[in-house]
């Protein structure tokens, strides 16, 4: 598996790396490539416990922490604090984010057959993305559906106590 990551001091510097890893097939030792180039000495790691991992590089040994709890990932290792983004190429978000896939107009679409209970934001009202649009009923449970992107609500293309089906289009958010 290949993952760019982007690792932040407290001094604010930034340096992003691609890391690449993989298992020897001989053993069960990793094998790591950071930005093309083999790591060497050989690489370990187990983890002891959750958000724990205990790192084994040639003879010296390494136990990074991770916190994500103020909404950013941040690791411990020994007494210096970094925080770190891991995105993997091959996510589909990822690749979307990467090619500009958050232009243009989007859709939100029913993920399941319900009724639309509640719309939050009517045509024209601007939004943030992962702000609630229309509100939907099914199985006696409601969701909210959320907008995708920053923008405006161009269309709201059905109306509360509207029945729809699992991928019928609700809004467009522009």
């Keep these: 598996m290949t993952y760019d990551i982007t690792v932040t001091a407290k001094d604010g510097q930034t340096q992003t790396f691609s890391v690449e890893l993989s298992r020897a097939k001989d053993s069960d030792k990793l094998i790591c490539r950071v930005n093309g180039e083999e790591f060497n000495p050989g690489l370990d ?41 891991v995105r993997d190429p091959r996510s589909l978000k990822a690749r979307r984010a990467k090619a500009g896939a958050t232009d243009g107009p989007k ?21 943030e993305a992962g702000q609630g649009v229309i509100v939907i009923e099914a199985m006696k449970m409601q969701n909210e559906l959320k907008s995708p992107k920053k923008g405006i609500v161009k269309k709201i293309m059905v109306a509360e106590g509207a029945t729809v089906n699992a991928g019928d289009a609700l809004a467009i958010i522009e």
């Design 45 to 85: 790691s187990q983890n002891p416990e959750r958000d724990v991992l205990s790192v084994l590089v040639g003879s010296r040994s390494y136990e990074i922490h991770r916190d994500g709890s103020n909404g950013e990932m941040q690791i411990q290792v020994g007494g210096t604090r970094y925080t770190v983004e």
């Design 107 to 127: 859709k939100i679409s029913a993920p399941m057959p319900g009724k639309v209970v509640r719309i939050i934001s009517p045509a024209g009202t601007e939004v």
